[in-house]
């Protein structure tokens, strides 16, 4: 199946410092690639929708400057969390939806745990 | 608005047991229903369910789906204490970037 590489698997940080985070689709383009944020024990919460060559779509709620995503090519799509706080601690993934007309499913990277202290 | 509720959100059974965990949703273009299980990294998938009545089965997991009363349920038998993890349950949009809503997960612990 396609695979999506994601990394750093973890990070810490000081306060103040920026912090990214890239994801990479291995042997598929991907036009579209979803940021989630996970805290302990709760479910996946999408952040945005980054978009190849266009702007990403933001959910509602989340900071487009803390958290800018950019999909220059069909191959990469990065996050970065700018000027980290320790509330930013989180697990952060990356999906790319389902290939094809075939029903395939999401794939997702391995996810990044940043720690900011 | 879409959504997508799972219950219960935590369950602790015994080694041996047999479990159901419960998925419905409203979701406008419907494309297909996902299981996810999650551990300490990023989910892995189950089952794609798209069609109702159709029982996908791997192993000692099975699901299956009801688009009339818009709902899903995930069976695990004989449960094993390496079934413990969150169980995700997803509804993927018939839009064009296959956008996914996410329950809330039920959290599973299977004791020895």
């Known amino acids: 199946g396609a695979v999506v590489s994601q990394h750093p698997s973890w990070v810490i940080c000081k306060s103040g410092t920026s912090v990214k985070i890239e994801c990479r689709s291995l042997?598929?383009?991907?036009?579209?690639m979803f940021w989630y944020r996970q805290f302990p024990k709760q479910s996946l919460m999408l952040m945005a929708t980054?978009?190849?060559?266009?702007?990403?779509?933001?959910e509602q709620g989340v900071e487009k400057d803390k958290f800018l995503i950019n999909h220059a090519s069909l191959t990469l799509s990065t996050l970065t969390v700018t000027s980290a706080h320790p509330e930013d601690s989180s697990f952060y993934i990356c999906s790319a939806p389902g290939q094809g007309v075939a029903n395939t499913e999401a794939f997702f990277g391995q996810g990044t745990r940043l720690t900011v202290v | 608005e879409d959504k997508v509720v799972q219950s219960p959100l935590s369950l602790v059974v015994h080694e041996g047991d047999t479990v159901t965990l419960n998925c419905s949703y409203e979701v406008t273009n419907f494309r297909s229903l996902l299981w996810y299980k999650q551990e300490k990294k990023a989910p892995t998938f189950l089952f794609m369910l798209?069609?109702s009545g159709i029982e996908k089965k791997s192993g000692r997991l099975s699901s299956i789906l009801d688009k009339k009363e818009l709902f899903s349920i995930l069976n695990i038998t004989a449960t094993q204490t390496g079934d413990s993890a969150i169980y995700l349950c997803a509804v993927e949009k018939q839009t064009g970037n296959r956008k996914l809503i996410w329950g809330l997960g039920t959290s599973l612990a299977v004791n020895p």
């Open positions: 980054s978009n190849e060559g266009s702007k990403a779509t933001y």
């Open positions: 798209t069609s």
């Open positions: 042997d598929f383009q991907a036009t579209t």
